[in-house]
């Protein structure tokens, strides 16, 4: 099981959302880091949920300061990396980890420009140290991104999203719902006695809770 400690917050915060993760798999990778209705700017070596920061790294609201005007999958908060001078130059990083040794795992990602800026800029996804991805954002609507399968050979495995724009213009981009996705393995028996119990626990608890807030709403309208 890959644990992400944002799932925890968000099964005491908002169980109705825990379908997505269960259903597609979602990290939900920026939620719940910041209550905030516009944007937070984080500086660098900042501890952000499970991220690691360098550079200037916003967490941003929905549409605001030039984001795009709707998040993929349901999700509230985005990521933007800025680029505004070689002491801003930004990258996050995390670290997965409870892999399974010899499974499949699939990296995908959203990715957008930020609107009304200087423009295009590159980046690269960094996995386990190793360049795995080089791009230039061309547009400011929410693309995804999947990365080639990969096979574990270790039981965890980092993550970098890192600039490789070297101008000093302010060219800003986001970055959306991470997911490191299971694809095919064996898990040991120390994960089936975790992973089971705790996905039936939590798809009945947002079950659960989306049927008694249908029903209130059913008998607010019939009365």
Known sequence: MVINSNLVRLLILKPYKIYYHLLAGGD???E???TTTTYVLYRSGSIIGDWTTTGNV????????????????????????????????????????????GATYRLSF??????????????????????AYSTVPSTNTWEKVTLSDF???STSISLEFAIS?????????????????????????RDAF??????VFMYAYAYL?????????FFYYVY
Do not use: W
Request: with cysteine; aromatic share 14%; net charge positive.
């Open 110 to 131: 959203y990715h957008a420009l930020r609107l009304n800026y200087y423009g295009p800029m590159s980046y690269s996804v960094i996995v386990g140290g190793t360049p």
């Open 165 to 189: 724009s070297t101008d000093n213009l302010d060219r800003d981009m986001g970055i959306n719902a991470v997911n490191l996705l299971f694809v095919s393995g064996t898990y040991i028996l």
């Open 58 to 101: 916003y967490i941003v609201n929905g549409y605001r300061i030039g984001m795009p005007s709707s998040n993929p999958n349901g999700l509230l908060y985005e990521c933007m990396l800025q680029t505004a001078t070689s002491l801003s130059r930004s990258s996050i990083k995390k670290t997965f980890t409870n892999l399974v040794l």
């Open 28 to 30: 939900f990778s920026f």
């Open 209 to 217: 809770h989306v049927r008694a807030s249908y029903m209130r709403n």
């Open 151 to 153: 096979i574990a050979d």
């Open 194 to 199: 975790v992973d089971v119990p705790m996905f």
């Open 32 to 34: 719940y880091i910041t």
